[in-house]
């Protein structure tokens, strides 16, 4: 398996807790997991695949780590890089703007030479009227609903982590 870092942005502790899930079925270990607020470009060259997490806040926005963050992961180079990633969303509350994030992170990092995997996810098992991580018909990285669909969560990590292992 490809030296992994995992590297999440969270707020209340639920990205962070998806982040520890994520990893625990991959058996990568806590070394490996990263808060987005202590990015470096140092923290991220030894790895070649990276998997991004983010909650998406307010107006469909990033969360807070991952503004700074952001412009240290286009200042490393990327491009023999695979990156994945997930987010966090209430798609009840926040229907017209659900897991946004994961859209905006991939709206920075798609140009930056790493190649996306993961990033084909169905919609049809989500209920929302908006996204924009949706692209082409479907999300580019992992949705994760903890407040409205929790009973989901294993299940739909298990699935996309089949499709990034394939």
């Not at 469909?60 to 991952?66: F, I, P, R, T």
């Not at 200042?75 to 695979?82: A, F, M």
């Not at 859209?103 to 908006?130: H, Q, W």
Request: hydrophobic letters at 35%; aromatic letters at 10%.
């Amino acid at each position: 398996m490809k030296k992994t870092g995992i590297f999440y942005g969270s707020t209340t502790g639920m990205t962070e807790a998806v982040a520890n899930t994520i990893a625990a079925k991959l058996g990568i270990s806590s070394g490996d997991i990263h808060d987005a607020a202590g990015i470096s470009a140092d923290k991220v060259a030894p790895y070649d695949f990276l998997i991004l997490g983010t909650s998406t806040w307010g107006a469909g926005e990033l969360q807070d780590d991952w503004y700074s963050a952001i412009k240290i992961l286009k200042g490393c180079d990327l491009t023999d890089k695979e990156i994945a990633l997930f987010g966090c969303g209430d798609s009840e509350s926040y229907s017209d703007t659900f897991c946004d994030g994961i859209g905006l992170l991939y709206d920075e990092l798609k140009e930056s030479g790493a190649r996306f995997v993961g990033n084909k996810v169905d919609i049809s098992d989500y209920r929302f009227t908006s996204s924009f991580a949706v692209v082409d018909g479907k999300f580019v990285g992992l949705p994760i609903d903890e407040i409205n669909e929790s009973e989901k969560t294993s299940e739909r990590i298990e699935n996309w982590l089949k499709g990034i292992n394939s």
